[in-house]
């Protein structure tokens, strides 16, 4: 069955140090996979998506992430943390076949100054 | 242009009554998806409904059900609610069916069954 792992539950960082947020997943295909951002008392907002092509996915608000199939991995990345950044992030699968979503339990930001 | 609405925002409820919660997508979006979050469970796909039809649907029990109207506006419904039941869902929409296009979400309605 599709899974998301977030390992890491809670990250802090301090503002202007870089950031990587991990993502695994177990799906049998070639994943579209995506990057979502969420704020308190809002919906969730996409940060980037990787259905193929170059595996270095450019987003919104400064992030990127790496598709690796070797480690069935997709890591989000900031170079550069802001005061702003600080929420929730989900990673998801998208399933083609079944047309469906999973989503990881979230890894929850706080930003240090 | 305007973006995903749900109503109402918050919603409180006891065990064994039913609630509709309803999610406007944004306008041109054919498919509206449905999704419970707990802090356990994180976000749980319920439905998707796409012109107006049933396409896809996730692990929950027959208390949980939805529909779409022609103007793709969608309810869900969950009856005999349980405690359990307490938790954030969140709509979305898109052009097309989901995974192949970008969701976008509503701020979600706050269920909380006493």
């Known amino acids: 069955a599709q899974s998301v792992t977030q390992p890491d539950i809670h990250i802090t960082v301090s503002e202007g140090a870089s950031l990587e947020l991990r993502c695994n997943y177990s799906y049998g295909a070639t994943p579209y996979l995506f990057w979502y951002v969420q704020s308190p008392g809002q919906g969730l907002q996409l940060l980037l998506k990787y259905f193929s092509g170059d595996t270095l996915v450019q987003g919104i608000k400064g992030f990127e992430a790496e598709f690796k199939r070797s480690q069935s991995s997709f890591n989000l990345r900031k170079p550069s943390v802001h005061w702003s950044d600080a929420a929730e992030y989900f990673c998801?699968?998208?399933?083609?076949?079944?047309?469906?979503?999973?989503f990881g339990t979230g890894t929850s930001l706080t930003v240090i100054p | 242009k305007a973006g995903v609405t749900q109503t109402p925002r918050y919603l409180i409820k006891t065990r064994g009554q039913q609630v509709t919660l309803s999610c406007s997508p944004i306008?041109?979006?054919?498919?509206v998806s449905w999704y419970q979050q707990t802090p356990g469970q994180g976000l749980q796909f319920l439905f998707e409904?796409?012109?107006?039809?049933?396409?896809n649907k996730g692990n929950f029990p027959g208390r949980f059900s939805g529909r779409q109207f022609s103007n793709s506006r969608s309810e869900m419904n969950v009856s005999t609610l349980e405690l359990g039941d307490s938790a954030l869902y969140l709509c979305?929409?898109?052009?097309?069916?989901?995974?192949?296009?970008?969701?976008?979400f509503g701020p979600g309605t706050r269920l909380t069954v006493l």
């Open positions: 306008s041109g979006h054919r498919s």
């Open positions: 998801a699968v998208g399933e083609i076949t079944g047309n469906q979503f999973y």
């Open positions: 409904y796409f012109s107006e039809t049933q396409r």
């Open positions: 979305a929409s898109s052009k097309r069916l989901a995974v192949a296009d970008t969701q976008y």
